[in-house]
């Protein structure tokens, strides 16, 4: 029940910003190594992305995490990311070219998923763009994870 409550808000972002895909992280403290699956992808051409796993500190992934800040990337291409794709596998194999990746935080203070929202295409992207994204983060599926991950304990 809360997988579907957690893809209609996935899907209904999608729609509300105009994004391909939207994708949602599952993060997973093992001993102390961060293991990051993709759980949730919205727009997906193929379902090749429920195959990658990556540790820590890799990935789009696992540059939020690292720095605990979202990620905007206009035009792919125009960055240190296009000459080192197969580090960034959901953006090759979705062949994204602009994406926004959000932490999502527990009450804790600890980054429990990470949000991608990407286009196929190059885009640009105001403050008020993100802005809306990142309150409708907050507001919507950040409660909606919560509610999951209370259940699930």
């Known amino acids: 029940m ?3 409550k957690i893809e209609t808000v996935l899907t209904d972002m999608k729609e509300m910003f105009g994004f391909d895909i939207v994708a949602l992280t599952d ?10 699956k993709w759980k949730y992808n919205i727009g997906s051409t193929n379902i090749r992305w429920r195959k990658i796993a990556l540790p820590s500190g890799k990935g789009v ?3 939020v ?8 990337i206009e035009d792919v291409e ?25 932490p999502i935080w ?7 998923g990470i949000l991608l929202m990407g286009n196929r295409r190059k885009r640009a992207f105001t403050e008020m763009d ?17 509610k999951e991950l209370m259940v699930n304990e």
């Open 27 to 36: 993060v997973k403290n093992r001993r102390g190594q961060y293991m990051v």
């Open 65 to 72: 995490m690292k720095t605990g800040k979202s990620m905007i």
């Open 106 to 112: 527990n009450d804790d203070e600890e980054v429990i």
């Open 61 to 63: 992934p696992g540059a």
């Open 130 to 146: 993100y802005e809306k994204i990142k309150h409708h983060v907050e507001t919507t599926l950040r409660q909606q994870i919560l």
């Open 2 to 4: 809360m997988v579907e």
């Open 78 to 102: 125009d960055t240190e990311i296009a000459t080192s794709l197969f580090r960034y596998p959901i953006l090759r194999m979705e062949r994204l070219k602009s994406f926004v990746a959000i």
